[in-house]
């Protein structure tokens, strides 16, 4: 009988076993949590329910002691079933107990007990308790939050993809290759099934490229979730009573976008709970509940995604703003400016209204670099209001046509003295034809374009990259407008040869870190390759240049 129930166990065992061998996906941890059984438990507490969907959605990390909790259930699992079967003489030793972090928790006896306090303690306070914990808190609380930080800056290391999509795209695949084998037997049949087959293979590619964006696709609850340690976290650090509450997290959105979206929520938090929510006693004595709200909530409108962080606290000072705009020269004293285009000023770089600096927030980097990477890194926007009866709200809006800079992209393919350069599409305004009138020379050796009225700092590419100038002449060249965020250029090309997607892949090395290069990539165009411009890191060196440089 020993034999018969160690063969039962053993599959278990096994599959546990497998969550410690390289990054273990949601899939492989369900299988785990559903061979144990801990799937089908009817808990009571709704917080160790949310817990254990946590665990097993990957948003918990698989560590040494939760594996250990897991052998463990194994190991009850053996017990019981000898038990039954009359024959435990000399109980097992069980593995070895992983930490206690929360043995002393109601509602944590039966035994799944290890797995849920080892949870627990990954996840940190019970996501909806507003009440601060007692005392020596803050410093239990400071690690969590720092737990939490951690958490949500890892990227996503798999994706949930739908057996339809996955059919398809084999089906495609499969024409694909029936193509191809058309293509190549054709031999000299004549120019007219060529153009036939290139004309299905095109309609075929492009079927395989929409399926394969729609494979990218992940819903923002990936990391919406663990913001949910972080706020909690935090709340209970500053002794703030918090309610938090997430809607829109079903929203799908590129896998690359949802990455990105990472740290400026991480910001936003902070700042709603150090800077928005005020301490319990200061909401009792306006009237307003003790426990203060924060929402974070998405939508999409067409082909724009918004993301909201709101909070019901005391709302940005516009005129502690202007003040301190002022102080910093930013806008001169007696101008007329609303209320919303004066707290818009908490985006310039090191700004900040905080009476003092905290590890939390207030130290002058935070909405900053919120700013940066909505404009710069998504091509996205930012807009902060203050909202009626107190709380502000911060919106982020993202648009989903931007490219991202692995795959798939549409590019200007353009030639520059012998090399051919790409520029991804997104980055591009217009392509104009200068006249000399058009170009003025600065007395520090720069240069500036006016195009359509408007001027731009103009960069001779072909100079600026130390290939051969072949095009000093700027009306034998093309100008072409590009703008990142809030800073815009004038790049002079030799010739724009075409506009075409193109396949970009990164580098097996950091050839950008080691020459210094403002390029994204590799790009395959089809018969022949190129480098990818940077458009990004090349508006930035600019603006951190003198403009003769």
Not at 304 to 310: H, K, P
Not at 406 to 431: F, H, M, N, Q
């Amino acid at each position: 009988m020993k034999e018969i129930v160690d063969q039962c166990v053993e599959p278990m065992e096994d599959k546990v076993l497998l969550l410690e061998e390289g990054r273990p996906g949601p899939e492989a941890v369900r299988e785990a949590l559903d061979i144990l059984g801990v799937t089908h438990l009817k808990l009571a507490s709704a917080q160790v329910t949310a817990l254990l969907d946590m665990f097993a959605d990957g948003i918990t990390p698989i560590s040494e002691g939760l594996v250990t909790a897991l052998l463990r259930i194994c190991e009850a699992h053996r017990k019981f079933l000898l038990t039954l079967a009359g024959v435990l003489d000399q109980p097992r030793a069980a593995a070895p107990a992983p930490p206690t972090v929360a043995e002393d928790q109601p509602g944590l006896q039966p035994v799944p007990q290890p797995v849920a306090a080892q949870a627990a303690g990954s996840a940190g306070t019970p996501l909806d308790d507003p009440e601060p914990a007692g005392p020596g808190t803050p410093e239990d609380a400071d690690k969590q939050a720092e737990q939490a930080v951690h958490a949500s800056k890892q990227g996503i290391t798999s994706i949930r993809v739908p057996t339809e999509r996955l059919d398809n795209l084999i089906e495609l695949v499969g024409k694909l290759m029936v193509t191809f084998a058309v293509l190549s037997q054709s031999g000299t049949r004549g120019a007219t099934l060529s153009a036939s087959t290139l004309s299905e293979l095109d309609t075929t590619i492009t079927g395989l490229q929409t399926q394969v964006d729609a494979i990218r696709l992940v819903p923002l609850r990936q990391i919406f979730l663990p913001m949910n340690r972080l706020v909690q976290s935090l709340g209970q650090k500053m002794q703030k009573k918090v309610r938090f509450t997430i809607s829109g997290d079903e929203l799908a959105l590129d896998k690359t976008i949802v990455e990105c979206l990472n740290e400026p929520l991480v910001h936003l938090l902070r700042n709603a709970l150090d800077h928005g929510l005020e301490a319990p006693e200061e909401r009792a004595a306006a009237g307003k509940d003790e426990t203060g709200s924060v929402n974070l909530t998405a939508w999409r409108k067409g082909d724009t995604a918004f993301v909201e962080v709101r909070d019901d606290g005391r709302g940005i000072s516009a005129a502690r703003v202007r003040a301190k705009a002022e102080e910093r020269g930013l806008v001169e004293p007696g101008a007329e400016l609303s209320e919303a285009e004066t707290i818009q000023f908490i985006l310039h770089s090191g700004f900040s209204t905080a009476e003092k600096v905290t590890d939390v927030s207030g130290r002058g980097v935070g909405m900053d670099a919120v700013a940066n990477a909505v404009r710069a890194t998504l091509g996205g926007d930012i807009l902060i209001a203050n909202l009626p009866g107190g709380g502000s709200a911060f919106t982020l809006s993202i648009p989903l046509s931007r490219s991202v800079n692995e795959g798939i992209v549409d590019a200007l393919v353009c030639r520059v003295g012998p090399e051919t350069l790409i520029l991804p599409s997104r980055d591009v305004l217009e392509i104009f034809a200068p006249q000399k009138a058009d170009v003025v020379s600065l007395p520090d050796g720069g240069e500036t374009v006016s195009v359509r009225g408007q001027i731009f700092h103009l960069l001779r590419l072909g100079r600026h990259l130390g290939l051969e100038e072949t095009c000093a002449d700027v009306t034998r060249g093309l100008i072409v407008t590009v703008r990142m965020g809030p800073v815009s250029a004038a790049l002079l090309v030799d010739e724009v040869l075409r506009q075409q997607q193109v396949v970009v892949t990164g580098f097996t090395v950091p050839v950008q870190e080691i020459y210094g290069l403002p390029i994204l990539g590799f790009g395959m165009m089809g018969e022949s390759d190129a480098m990818v411009l940077d458009i990004e890191k090349l508006l930035g060196s600019l603006s951190a240049q003198p403009e003769g440089s």
